[in-house]
Nanobody, 123 residues
């Protein structure tokens, strides 16, 4: 069992930056691949970024590529999502997720989820 807790969300002006954190507890976080997903009001949850267990491989949705950076500090049991050049369309609840099987863009592959943190970007 892995427990995930996100933090770092908030209200920011377009063009600004935020860094989300995802602290894991319960099992060895270093063994888990991690993903970030987001869900805007009235929309389905969508993939944002993923990172493999070691942090050596990353993958991004086209909509955030070049603006967002996913990382993982296994010594601190923490994952991060650095978000730069934020746009109003980035407004959503952001969730981190973890799984042992594979690094994936598919939310169904993830076994463990945080509660989410709200990111609001105003124009």
């Amino acid at each position: 069992q892995v427990q995930l807790v996100e933090s770092g969300g908030g209200l920011v002006l377009a063009g600004g930056s935020l860094r989300l954190s995802c602290v894991a507890s319960g099992r060895t976080f270093s063994a888990y691949h991690m993903g970030w997903f987001r869900q805007a009001p009235g929309k389905e949850r969508e993939f944002v970024a993923a990172i493999n267990w070691s942090g050596g491989t990353t993958y991004y949705a086209d909509s955030v590529k070049g603006r967002f950076t996913i990382s993982k500090d296994n010594a601190k049991n923490t994952g991060y999502l650095q978000m730069n050049s934020l746009k109003p369309e980035d407004t959503a609840v952001y969730f981190c997720a973890a799984n042992r099987a594979t690094m994936s863009t598919n939310s169904a592959m993830y076994s463990y989820w945080g509660q989410g943190t709200q990111v609001t970007v105003s124009s």
